[in-house]
């Protein structure tokens, strides 16, 4: 994951992360407060079943501590928390979006928001880096 | 996946000089991968531009903004806010979803800043071979996995043809010939009757534009008669 440069103002743009959370709040709070951890969504995951059905590859594992972190921090989170969500959302979701809910729950939505959340905060996947 | 490299920074110039304000949309699926217009290079093509119109004493805003994949709209219409306020709009995806946005934002102008090359392989970080040109008659299963659009110069589907020389191709002698490469594999697999059947020649159906209806999903876009 690219890591923030020491030279620019490694500080979190808090409000800003409030700004996207806020516009997505129904979705956000419904998605949260319907998942019944069913994991139907992990066996839909091809890379939960290629990675030994290690958990925390779980579509649902994957949104509850992504975006899900996010929303229960109410955006307060360091930097090192971000790229912790960042290395959740970029690797271990290609956002293939096969992943399948009985309760309507739009799980590749919410890991592209927490993408969203994560560039506007400069953190991303870089690809020539481990 | 698609390659993509950037354009001579002169052309993208060229391209957005006599626009004020311009958004630069980056694509982080393709583009991002092959390090040749993600989030990163989009910074960095901002800065250079802002750095280059400075130096020539004009003033202009380069916006950025990185959609998880510019060939989709579901990721495209997060620019609906912002493509359409813009002068212009820059695009670092590939030519497809460079097109998306085109069409999504028609009174706005939107320019490409990287050239789509190829559908390939990664050798190595920032270094990749073209393996497919799309042609939708995809023989390679016939050819040990060897692709004779584009890895012959000639795009022959029935054996070389006899300029091969050292194994090397009489086009370009710097690059193998194919079907000596497509002999020696399936000679390995025992295979080597795969080729004595007489293929017919390429339609080159990816001349002229083409939409694809996956398996399983013809009932809900074909017309039924």
Known sequence: ?130 | MIKIKRKPFQEIVEAIQGYSNVLNVGCGGCASVCLGGGQKEVWILNEELEEYFRQQGQEKRFIAYTVERACNLDYVQELDGIAPQKAAVLVMACAAGTQLIAERYPDTPVYPAVNTVAIGVDRDIGLYEERCRACGECVIGYTGGICPVTRCAKGLFNGPCGGTNQGMCEVDDTIPCAWQEIFERLKRQNRLQDVMKIRPAMQWRNQTQRTVIQMGYEERYMQQE
Not at chain 1, 31 to 53: D, K, N
Not at chain 1, 64 to 90: A, C, H, M
Request: charged share 25%; aromatic share 8%; proline share 5%.
């Open chain 1, 1 to 130: 994951m690219k890591e923030m440069p020491a030279t620019q103002d490694t500080g979190i743009d808090t409000a800003e992360i409030q700004r996207v959370l806020s516009r997505h709040k129904s979705q956000i709070k419904f998605c949260l407060a319907v998942c019944a951890r069913c994991s139907m969504c992990a066996h839909s995951c091809f890379l939960y079943e290629t990675r030994g059905q290690d958990p925390i590859y779980m579509p649902s594992h994957k949104m509850i501590n992504s975006i899900g972190y996010l929303w229960k921090k109410r955006g307060k989170v360091t930097p090192r928390e971000l790229q912790s969500i960042g290395d959740i959302v970029w690797k271990r979701c290609v956002l293939c979006m096969r992943c399948y809910c009985p309760l309507g729950v739009d799980i590749p939505f919410m890991i592209g928001l927490a993408r969203r959340i994560c560039r506007e905060q400069d953190v991303y996947r870089e690809y020539d880096r481990p």
